[in-house]
């Protein structure tokens, strides 16, 4: 599992065009960074639309709400009807896209 941390794991499945991204674990200042990397590699390859599983992530804060901001701003490029999709969020993780209003930015799927 790479990268990871002892509070987060990150692993990548599905085709370059439409990679998959599970994480596991809890998205923070201290995480976050972790994901942004792993987003970036993704978003090198020019995905025609990206899915994070989101069923084990048990925590996110205004840090890995910024590293999610910016990989949809980078997979936006020259195409804004390309799809991030975020699988499974837990309610308390959904809950903070909701006050965010980042709700309705996002692709969630329960």
């Known amino acids: 599992m790479e990268p990871g941390s002892p509070l987060l794991t990150i692993e990548r499945s599905g085709e370059s065009s439409d990679p998959v991204i599970v994480v596991r674990g809890e998205l923070d200042v201290s995480t976050s960074p972790l994901l942004r990397e792993e987003l970036a590699a993704v978003l090198d390859d020019h995905p025609a639309s990206l899915t994070l599983e989101f069923r084990d992530v048990s925590f996110v804060d205004s840090s890995g709400l910024g590293a999610l901001i910016g990989a949809l701003r980078r997979l936006r490029e020259g195409d804004d009807r390309r799809a991030l999709r ?25």
């Not at 499974?88 to 329960?110: C, K, N, W, Y």
């Open 86 to 110: 975020i699988l499974h969020p837990q309610a308390a993780v959904e809950r903070v896209f909701e006050i965010t209003g980042l709700a309705q930015v996002f692709d969630l799927s329960r």
